[in-house]
């Protein structure tokens, strides 16, 4: 999985740059200190990199994006004995910034002023858990802190912007939620741009409202995948009792037509300095984005057929691309 993105521990080598400046252990979040965010116009961090072949390409930053990150607490040792990150975990924010910030929140970097909240996330345990009721506490503490640092983003930063709404995996299961809360059939759905919520299913009845985006140009609506290997369909999702939406993030359409890995404008896998074009494919296929076997150096080595922790990474410069029609289209559109 090293391939796709460099989740090797290499973060442990930053670790104690984080101890000298880690908050009080057991703290509940105060987002008025910068400390309690991985990512912030303010700061200076992981989120602001750029691989070195995009260095020139324009900036414009008249949007913002909240972005909520992945699970990063997934220490199997830790399963039912720790159900939630401690926001002082010096080795847990390293790991979360050398990954999640740098691989997936940076590519919003030259389209968006980037807000991404440290927050008390469930071990990825809560998601298999026999013992529900802790579960769902764990993901209630999470959702909790999420919401705060939306609502302190709000009241101290938004300042009537447009709004992109962007996670993967455990951050898109508290991103369906701040949606409903916040944004559907509600003044602020006005304002957003799109809602990147990927790696976790959307189910076609989850929202009331709000709608997934049909083309490359809609705003106000969201768009959504889960990447696999062509032909590779885990049991969990066979088992799945409602339908999902889909978006190919080549096309930006919910068709089933396969796209050819030429219409791949570049990936951003282990090597950040580097942008790999024309890696793979993508089709869709019952409720899950299909995509032929990465093609890149070294991806022999590639055994995996899930390709969960390349969902953004392996889009990069179309997601890029897409951010930018997005904007072009809601400024338009809002004159």
Request: proline share 5%.
């Amino acid at each position: 999985m090293f391939l796709l993105i460099s989740c090797s521990p290499g973060y442990r080598s930053h670790v104690q740059e984080y101890e000298r400046t880690s908050t009080v252990k057991g703290a509940a979040p105060d987002y008025t200190d910068l400390s309690f965010w991985g990512a912030h116009p303010w700061k200076k961090d992981l989120s602001d990199s750029v691989p070195k072949p995009l260095r020139k390409l324009p900036v414009d930053t008249s949007v913002d994006v909240f972005f909520i990150h992945p699970t990063t607490l997934t220490d199997q040792s830790l399963a039912g004995k720790v159900w939630n990150a401690d926001l002082s975990d010096a080795e847990i924010n390293a790991k979360t910034d050398y990954t999640s910030m740098l691989y997936q929140a940076s590519v919003f970097n030259r389209s968006a002023r980037v807000f991404a909240p440290r927050y008390r996330q469930a071990h990825i345990y809560s998601f298999f858990a026999s013992d529900t009721l802790k579960a769902k506490e764990a993901l209630e503490l999470a959702y909790a802190d999420i919401k705060a640092a939306f609502t302190h983003y709000l009241q101290n930063h938004n300042n009537g912007r447009p709004i992109i709404i962007a996670a993967h995996s455990q951050g898109t299961y508290h991103s369906g939620r701040l949606l409903k809360e916040f944004f559907e059939a509600k003044p602020l759905q006005q304002k957003l741009v799109c809602a990147y919520i990927i790696g976790l299913a959307v189910p076609k009845n989850y929202f009331q409202v709000m709608e997934p985006c049909r083309d490359s140009v809609s705003t106000g609506c969201f768009v959504t995948w889960r990447t696999f290997r062509e032909g590779y369909k885990p049991d969990y999702i066979q088992t799945e009792k409602i339908p999902s939406w889909v978006t190919n993030p080549l096309t930006w359409n919910m068709d089933s037509i396969a796209v050819s890995r030429k219409a791949n404008k570049g990936a951003l896998l282990y090597n950040f300095r580097k942008i790999y074009q024309h890696t793979n494919g993508a089709r869709i296929k019952d409720d899950v984005l299909w995509i032929s076997k990465p093609k890149f150096p070294g991806a022999f080595l590639l055994k995996t057929k899930n390709y969960h922790v390349g969902d953004i990474n392996l889009f990069y410069r179309s997601i890029q691309e897409n951010i930018e029609s997005r904007k072009r289209a809601y400024f338009l559109a809002n004159k």
